[in-house]
Structure formats: structure tokens, C-alpha cells
């Protein structure tokens, strides 16, 4: 390549100390003789505006900057025509080797001949050519506190949003809730939820689109210009086209399968945590079996869940919910009493002070432990409670229990994971059972069921995001929240983790700053993550490809269909600059302006390989 190359070696950070810099620049100047090699003072931005200057006037196209990681300071500023390239001296080399070392001055040589031998053999990136036609509307499916959140937030920014609902009324699971644990200072008190003046706020915004009783047909194209084709309930199908969508379907809870471990099958005192929150919001609470009020109350924490094959977590609210309940029962009738029978208390955030309220009211009961058995004796209930720490069994008698079920996520691979489950209880039961014969020929196919296809995507991996453990579409909780692993795509809410409605809506304006960041990187001709602000995009050398589709296949964010004849569909915005179709094409067809299959074999032949007497 023509290329005139400059290296600039960074002397702060304590490079000076611990490195060679003589050496460094002979191996520049005398072992790749390059044009030009200076020492920096550091990479501050007085600093390399004097690289910029020198080399315009040395009419360089391709630099070398050798000092701290590229993260610490903005390639772009030295000059957007020239093709910069970092060498990372002081986290790769002196702070992890003894400074002055033989050994660690090697190392530091390595990574420059390296450095230099990238930068000869890397083309300038070139930004994709249609960023300039970048949608900036947001897609938010569902309309749940997450939802309602993100397209309020969205359109707050000043982006266009369309909402789009199954149900006919905007809310979610919110608008069946009777109250609402505490929200604010000094949280000790249950509040009223604040549901209808989220959906106003949301349906009132002049930015904001609602479909309510619509689902997704299908999802086309690419971040940026995605074209969703919506169907409305009896209606005709529409097409919106959006640059970036969230997806905040919500969870539906986790109910017991024929509740019969441990015997609660055919007891008509035994309700679930929504049916009791029902009942709350109807006005009393009473016995199923005679209509009789019910005063004493046990709830049993995480029912069904910790089940490594249908359901094995529990959440961080589940407690939570309880003593809400628990309280909903005591503010009704002060004589009432509310045993809540639990394995592990969780009072996440700011909720220690609701918890220490409880375990002050009179009429809330704690136990640690778990159900054994369940019977009628007497008309009333009798619960035997092993105590998990140790100490004697007990017995409660109750009116009513309630199973405090947790939350499976709405997404597809969730949605899968449900029906699968409910049918493998059914098969469970065994040949004699009704549906026994429907279940089991279901069984095998869910288990590789692709989903249910919320969003419809055209994606040659499948219509799903793809999920994690028990349905959940996160890319990786703690590293990337937000993040799916489909570009562009991001989950937020219940449809992420389980939590409660104030941190669902802190989650759906989160995941609308990371849908708000995607269209505006596209905008610019930038990817989104996890290389933000790289421009460089792969070359296909459609003519070698023997379509294998290795590269389709193989892609982790499914940036890559074929067209039909089993060539490679390469969608620019999709991808991520991971490099995986790089290395695993056979034909090595595939390579990027600044990162290719020659470069990296060069890079690896400059190392210097020391001789056996060295």
C-alpha cells in the first residue's frame, strides 16, 4: 500500500520510566523505516493537535499513536482523513509487567511492530451510504408502565414514537393492581398506582402513535430502517418504518400447575397472588368454598418456582408483594391476621422500611420455612410448615391461602418455555388424563420451537431474540443492560428481570436513551456497539463465496440472511464489528477496510520470535 505512516510514542503516564523509547523509535525508523517517529508529551488534546498539525504538513495518511488505550481520548480529532491506529503501551505492557524489564521492553516492541504492519496494510474506513436516511422514529411494543415509560421519555427528547398494544386498553398488568407498594419517601405506606395518569400521558402526546389491539406481522430490514407491518384487530395491515425498537412486553405470573405440590389440588381455599389482588380491588376478601369472610390468611411465598425445569428462580419483589398483601388484608379488618410463610426475605432498594413496618404490625406473622402438606380439618385449612432453620414443625390453620406466584417474561422464548411446561405437567399425569394424548404430541415440537414471533423478524436465525436462561431476551444483565442480542433491538421492564413498577419505569426511559443512541449513531454513519463510533463496515467478495453459509449461521446478532440462492445477505446496521464471520469464512471472503485476514497474518509475522540461546 501507499501509504506515509507516522508513529507518535507517548512519554506520560509513566511510559518514560518504564520503557526504552531509543528502542522503540530504531524499531520505527530503522527496522519499518516509516516517514516520521516523535515522543508526545501525553495524549491530552493540546498534544495531538500538534499530531494533527504535523501530520497534515507531512502529508501523512496513516498514524501510529502508542500510549495509553484509544479509550482515553477521540482518534477522530487527529484528522478524519487519515487512518489511525492505537497501540496500547500502558495498560497492555507497564502496568501490567515490571517496569525496565527486558521482557516487558520486548513486549512494548511487539505491540509496535504490530501497531505499524495494521496501520500499512489498513484501508480508511468508509461510513455506510445511506445514514443520511436513518429513521429516528421509536417503535415501543407494549404499553405497560416499561412501555408507557420509554415512548414518554422518547417523545419527550423530540423523537416520534409509535406504541403498539394487543390488549384494547393501555397499562399492562399495572391497571389490575388494587395498590401499589411505597415509591416515596419514606416509603412505609402502600400508594395508589399511577397507571391512568402514565397511559394519559403517553396517549396524549402529540408525538406519540397508539395501536392499541394490534400485533406485529412481520419485521423487515435492518436498525435504522426497519419496516414493521402492523395488524390491527379485524383491520388491515399498516406499515410504520422506525430506526430503533424497545420492546417491553411485560410477564405474565407463574402460575402453579394444578397447584398440587404440596396437596393444594382441589382445595377451593387456595387462591394465587393475582386472584387475591383481585379480590382486593373488588372490594373483600372471602372464601371461595361458602362465601364466608376470610380473616385469617396464609400467603406462601415463591410457590413453584426454584424448579430447575420449568420455573427455577424466584424473584426480588415476591416479599414484597406479600407483605402488600398482608396489608391490604390488616387495613381491611384490624382483627385479621396474615402469616406469610417464606424461605428467603428480599427488600430490594428502598423497601427496608415497608418490611420493618410489617414486622412491627401485631397482625403480620413471619415464618421461615416451607409448606409440607395442606388438609381440611374443621372447615379451615391446615398448613404443615417445616422450619427451615432448625427448629420444630408447625401447623397454621388458615381461611384462605395464597401462593405467591412469580414472573415468567413475555417474550417469545418465554411464551414457548410456558406452554411447553404446562404440557409436560399434563403428560406427567399420565395416559388417563384427558388432554394427555394433545399434550404429548405438542411436547417435542415446542421443545425447539422458535417462538411465537412477537416482533415477526426476518432475521435468517429465526423471528425471536434470542433468550436466555427461562425466556428472558437481555443480552447480559450486569454488562449490557438493555442490550438484546438483535442490533437495534432493546428489552426493558419485566421483560428483562423481575421487578416492580417504579424500576419498570426507570427501565423503559433507560432502554429509550439506548434507542435514542442508535438511531443517532446510524444518523451519523456509526456503529452502535459494542465498537461505538467505529465506521468500518465488511467487504463481502461475493465472487469466492461458495455458499456455504457458515457466516449466516454462525453471526451471534443475525446480520446476515441469504438472498435465496444461499449467497450472503450482509445487513450493514446489524452488525456488530465482532469479527466472527471474518474468521469463520472457509474462502476468507469477508474482511473489513481496517481489519482483515492478511493484516492480522502480517501482524502475527512481525512479532519477533527470539532464538533458543536468546
Known amino acids: 500500500m501507499n501509504a506515509r505512516l507516522g508513529v507518535f510514542l507517548c512519554t506520560g503516564y509513566g511510559i518514560r520510566d518504564a520503557l526504552d523509547l531509543g528502542a522503540l523509535r530504531s524499531v ?15 495524549c491530552a488534546s493540546d498534544d495531538l493537535a500538534a499530531v494533527r ?59 509496535l511492530r504490530m501497531g505499524i504492519v495494521r496501520a500499512r496494510y489498513a484501508g480508511a474506513p468508509v461510513p455506510f451510504e445511506q445514514h443520511a436516511l436513518v429513521s429516528k422514529t421509536i417503535l415501543v411494543v407494549g404499553g405497560g408502565v416499561a412501555g408507557l415509560a420509554a415512548a414518554h421519555g422518547a417523545a419527550g427528547a423530540g423523537y416520534d414514537v409509535v406504541l403498539v398494544e394487543k390488549q384494547r386498553e393501555l397499562g399492562g398488568y399495572s391497571k389490575h393492581l388494587h395498590r401499589s407498594i ?81 396437596g393444594f389440588a382441589g382445595l377451593r381455599d387456595v387462591v394465587t397472588s393475582p386472584e387475591f389482588e383481585e379480590m382486593a380491588r373488588n372490594g373483600g376478601f372471602r372464601r371461595p368454598s361458602n362465601d364466608e369472610p376470610a380473616r385469617r390468611v396464609a400467603f406462601v411465598e415463591c410457590f413453584g418456582s426454584r424448579d430447575p425445569e420449568t420455573f427455577s428462580f424466584t424473584s426480588s419483589i415476591t416479599s414484597l408483594n406479600a407483605v402488600k398483601q398482608a396489608f391490604y388484608l390488616r387495613e381491611r379488618d384490624a382483627e385479621a391476621r396474615a402469616d406469610i410463610i417464606l424461605e428467603q426475605l428480599r427488600a430490594p432498594g428502598q423497601h427496608e422500611e415497608f418490611l420493618r413496618r410489617a414486622q412491627q404490625d401485631p397482625g403480620i406473622h413471619f415464618r421461615r420455612g416451607s409448606v409440607v402438606s395442606v388438609s381440611e380439618r374443621n372447615g379451615a385449612l391446615v398448613l404443615d410448615v417445616g422450619d427451615d432453620s432448625g427448629g420444630e414443625p408447625v401447623s397454621l390453620e388458615a381461611d384462605l391461602v395464597v401462593l405467591s406466584v412469580g414472573m415468567k417474561p413475555v417474550s417469545a422464548d418465554g411464551e414457548s418455555l410456558r406452554r411447553l411446561a404446562e404440557n409436560k405437567s399434563v403428560v406427567q399425569e399420565g395416559p388417563g388424563h384427558a388432554r394427555y394424548e394433545a399434550a404429548l404430541a405438542q411436547v417435542e415440537a415446542l421443545a425447539s420451537h422458535e417462538g411465537t414471533g412477537i416482533l415477526g423478524l426476518d432475521y435468517r436465525q429465526g423471528p425471536d431474540l434470542p433468550a436466555l436462561t427461562q425466556g428472558y431476551p437481555d443480552s447480559h444483565f450486569i454488562c449490557f443492560p438493555y442490550e438484546t442480542r438483535r442490533t437495534g433491538i432493546y428489552a426493558a421492564g419485566t421483560v428483562r428481570s423481575p421487578m416492580d413498577a417504579a424500576s419498570s419505569a426507570e427501565d423503559g426511559m433507560g432502554a429509550a436513551l439506548k434507542a435514542i443512541q442508535c438511531v443517532e449513531m446510524l444518523a451519523r454513519g456509526e456503529s452502535v456497539h459494542p465498537r461505538s463510533g467505529h465506521v468500518s463496515f465488511p467487504h463481502f467478495a461475493l465472487e469466492r463465496c461458495t455458499q456455504c453459509k457458515r457466516c449466516t449461521e454462525e453471526c451471534p446478532f443475525g446480520s446476515i440472511n441469504d438472498d435465496g440462492t444461499g449467497m450472503p445477505l450482509y445487513h450493514v446496521t446489524r452488525c456488530r464489528h465482532c469479527g466472527i464471520c471474518l474468521g469463520c469464512c472457509p474462502e476468507r471472503i469477508i474482511n473489513f477496510p481496517d481489519y482483515s485476514v492478511i493484516q492480522v497474518a502480517e501482524m502475527i509475522k512481525a512479532v519477533h520470535v527470539p532464538e533458543a540461546d536468546e
Open 28 to 42: 520505527a525508523l530503522d527496522e519499518f523505516q516509516v516517514e516520521v517517529c516523535e515522543l508526545l508529551a501525553s
Open 182 to 262: 411505597p415509591t416515596r419517601p419514606p416509603y412505609r405506606h402502600l400508594e395508589e398506582t399511577d397507571i391512568a395518569q402514565r397511559v394519559e400521558e403517553a396517549s396524549s402526546n402529540r408525538r406519540v402513535t397508539v395501536y392499541t389491539g394490534s400485533t406485529i406481522q412481520s419485521t423487515r430490514g435492518a436498525p435504522g430502517f426497519f419496516e414493521v407491518t402492523l395488524r390491527r384487530d379485524g383491520g388491515a395491515a399498516e406499515t410504520v418504518t422506525v430506526g430503533a425498537i424497545v420492546q417491553a412486553t411485560g410477564f405474565e405470573p407463574c402460575l402453579p400447575l394444578g397447584r398440587r405440590d404440596p
Open 53 to 111: 498539525e504535523r501530520a497534515l504538513a507531512e502529508s501523512l495518511t496513516h498514524v501510529v499513536l502508542a500510549g495509553p488505550s484509544s479509550r482515553t481520548y477521540d482518534a477522530r480529532d487527529l484528522n478524519t482523513d487519515v487512518v489511525v491506529v492505537a497501540v496500547n503501551l500502558l495498560e497492555w505492557v507497564i502496568q501490567t509487567h515490571p517496569p525496565g524489564h527486558e521482557d516487558t521492553q520486548r513486549m512494548a516492541e511487539d505491540y
